[in-house]
Structure formats: C-alpha cells, structure tokens
C-alpha cells in the first residue's frame, strides 16, 4: 500500500498501519516531519518513505531533509502509485 500524508497530524494513524511492504508519501505540510530536527521525525520509519519535492521547495525545506528520506517529483509519485496497487491519503 501507498501511504500518502498531507499533513504532520496524519502520522501516527498512518504509521499505525504501516507495513514492511508499504510505501510512504509525505506531500503539503507532512514534508516537515523529514526534517530530523522536527518532533515528528521519528514517526518517519521505513526504508521506504519518500517526500515530494515540489512541497518541499515551496515550504523552504531544501537543505533541512533527512538523508534516510528520499526526494521525488511528480514522475516519481507517478511511478509509486504503479508499484502500490492500493493507496490512502491521509488528511
């Protein structure tokens, strides 16, 4: 499954739910929990978990995200819902 969150308060649902084979998404204002100094940030586990660039330049983000959190546009994002059969946005 695709984890999409949108916003920091949707982690501890979304991770709850979180799975070994899951993807994770974090786009809008869930961006700011890729950055390790954020209190948020160790709610951010998994190999797989992803922030969408676009959200992260348009917040300032650039320089502050986590090594262990990978970057992806728009074709990436494209390219994760492929991989996922299913997928959850989380508000």
């Given at each position: 499954?695709?984890?999409?969150?949108?916003?920091?308060?949707?982690?501890?649902?979304?991770?709850?739910?979180?799975?070994?084979?899951?993807?994770?998404?974090?786009?809008?204002?869930?961006?700011?929990?890729?950055?390790?100094?954020?209190?948020?940030?160790?709610?951010?586990?998994?190999?797989?978990v992803f922030a969408l660039q676009?959200?992260?330049?348009?917040?300032?983000?650039?320089?502050?995200?986590?090594?262990?959190?990978?970057?992806?546009?728009?074709?990436?994002f494209v390219e994760l819902t492929?991989?996922?059969?299913?997928?959850?946005?989380?508000?």
């Amino acid at each position: 499954m695709l984890h999409i969150i949108k916003s920091v308060a949707a982690l501890d649902d979304a991770m709850a739910l979180y799975s070994e084979q899951d993807d994770v998404l974090l786009i809008e204002d869930a961006v700011y929990a890729a950055n390790p100094q954020h209190q948020a940030f160790s709610k951010v586990k998994g190999p797989s978990v992803f922030a969408l660039q676009g959200d992260i330049d348009a917040r300032g983000m650039t320089n502050r995200i986590s090594p262990s959190v990978s970057t992806i546009g728009y074709e990436g994002f494209v390219e994760l819902t492929v991989k996922q059969d299913k997928s959850l946005t989380w508000d």
